[in-house]
């Protein structure tokens, strides 16, 4: 089990330190800044039967249980399959854990990650253990982007903001997880990350910035006209929609800030100013409006995993991208 990051310990005490724990508690706050540490320390502290100093002891039969994953009163629920959603048939196996006798005596607890992933039906199944779990159970749903939960969902559990660690933090963090990388790199990578360093690591690991790369090059080629949109989507199938769609989101809304404030401070990462900048003046404000507004609603179907023709998709942006420069 990892420790409690820096960030993370005014919270710790808060939680660790109450005396009578609710029922269901919502850790919500950006992706990447740590969230699912502090709730498996918590389910630690919970299910220990000697807590010491505010921490599990690590040594009595729950630990133990829990270290091995064979905890016969904790339940995990996650997506099947990565950037698939929480099932009704899943929800349903943790209804019947949170109605069964807790076998070690102690308490039962539920850790649930992330809550939006559940489809209707799920979130509609788990209402009535969220408003009255048997026995000594404690529910803890973590959220990415709790603004997509139901109303419903939030209003039953006690709603937790995790902090987010500063930037000296962030910075700190990451130059100790990445040793290897230069200072531009590691600022670079926050940048990408909006500041999360768990994030910013897992970018890293995934080559975030070589594929940053070959976006940026290809949409410079794109604007001399050099490639066509559609050999451009095809080269880009190695790069996950959630980054392309979070990119130009970014790069309409820079133009949209330096259209209105003509701030070249504001323009942001390097490899993209000169093209944000070209674009702000060359096109005009309506045009580059409707296109965020495009973006924004097809970033949110790609973040609803929706059954998206990816190919199409990609050169229904780009179509309308190159198209950018000029009148109305």
């Not at 253990?129 to 939030?154: A, D, F, M, Y």
């Not at 790199?185 to 970018?203: F, I, K, M, N, Y």
């Not at 495009?294 to 949110?300: A, E, G, S, V």
């Not at 229904?316 to 420069?325: F, I, K, T």
Request: hydrophobic share 45%; charged share 20%; proline share 7%.
């Amino acid at each position: 089990m990892a420790d409690i990051y820096p960030w993370q310990q005014g919270l710790w005490q808060q939680l660790s330190s109450r005396p009578q724990h609710a029922h269901a508690y919502l850790l919500h706050g950006p992706a990447g800044i740590g969230k699912r540490v502090l709730a498996e320390n918590f389910v630690h502290f919970l299910l220990c039967q000697r807590p010491e100093g505010g921490k599990a002891c690590g040594q009595c039969k729950a630990c133990q249980l829990l270290a091995a994953g064979t905890h016969p009163d904790y339940f995990l629920l996650e997506p099947e399959e990565a950037e698939k959603p929480i099932r009704v048939d899943q929800v349903r196996e943790l209804v019947n854990f949170v109605v069964q006798t807790a076998q070690l005596g102690g308490r039962k607890v539920v850790l649930l990650e992330p809550a939006e992933a559940m489809n209707l039906n799920a979130a509609n199944a788990l209402l009535k253990s969220l408003e009255e779990p048997s026995g000594n159970t404690v529910l803890l749903l973590i959220s990415h982007q709790p603004s997509r939960l139901l109303p419903t969902i939030k209003s039953r559990c006690v709603q937790q903001a995790c902090p987010q660690p500063t930037a000296v933090q962030a910075r700190a963090w990451l130059a100790s997880a990445l040793p290897d990388e230069s200072p531009e790199a590691l600022d670079e990578l926050l940048v990408l990350a909006g500041g999360s360093p768990l994030t910013a690591q897992r970018l890293q690991g995934q080559g975030v910035r070589e594929q940053r790369a070959q976006v940026v090059e290809g949409v410079k080629k794109l604007l001399k006209q050099q490639v066509a949109p559609s050999q451009l989507a095809e080269s880009l199938n190695g790069v996950p929609l959630p980054l392309l769609f979070d990119w130009f989101c970014d790069w309409a809304l820079l133009m949209l800030r330096y259209q209105l404030a003509r701030d070249e401070e504001g323009l942001g990462l390097a490899d993209m100013r000169k093209v944000v900048q070209y674009l702000a003046e060359k096109s005009t404000q309506p045009k580059v409006l409707a296109m965020q507004d495009w973006l924004l609603l097809q970033r949110q179907k790609v973040l609803n995993k929706a059954n998206l023709n990816r190919a199409l998709l990609l050169e229904a942006l780009l179509v309308q991208w190159a198209s950018l420069p000029g009148p109305g």
